[in-house]
């Protein structure tokens, strides 16, 4: 019986550009985890009330936390720069950095939005924003809803 020929694995993409694309789709996969991640931890609700001890209350002010639409455009924008920028790339070594460089702006501005939404919103105090014709605050990356009972 002849000896079968041994077998051979290649690390050579078959499709041209597939090491390029898997960087995309990692980069794809790090905003939408980034974004979704944002969207749970843009979050909080704090809420004082005018008075109390020995004066009767007299109003109470609500405001909620929550993830504003500025986040995810910027992450849109960041994948749509960087794929444009790995296309214009002189090599795939080049594409690889560029792409590496897109998901690294994509942690970086999760987390600073993370650091100006919770900031902006913890340093207000609830009765400061118990304002006539206040309901609704932005701060670009995230927006704070504001309500009186």
């Keep these: 019986m002849p000896d079968a020929a041994p077998i051979t694995t290649t690390t050579t993409p078959v499709v041209p550009g597939a090491v390029l694309l898997a960087r995309v789709r990692r980069l794809v996969m790090w905003a939408f985890g980034a974004g979704l991640a944002y969207s749970f931890l843009a979050s909080g609700t704090m809420s004082g009330c005018a008075g109390g001890g020995s004066e009767p209350v007299q109003a109470c002010v609500s405001a909620t936390l929550r993830a504003g639409p500025a986040l995810y455009l910027a992450l849109l924008v960041v994948i749509a720069w960087t794929v444009g920028a790995a296309i214009d790339a ?16 994509v942690q970086v501005i999760v987390v600073a939005s993370l650091v100006v ?8 105090q609830p009765l400061d924003l118990q ?12 927006e704070i809803d504001v309500s009186t009972y």
């Design 131 to 142: 304002r006539p014709g206040i309901d609704h605050i932005s701060l670009v990356v995230a």
């Design 117 to 124: 939404a919770h900031v902006g919103f913890w340093t207000q």
């Design 90 to 105: 002189r090599d795939a070594d080049d594409a690889k950095k560029r792409i590496d460089r897109g998901i690294l702006a």
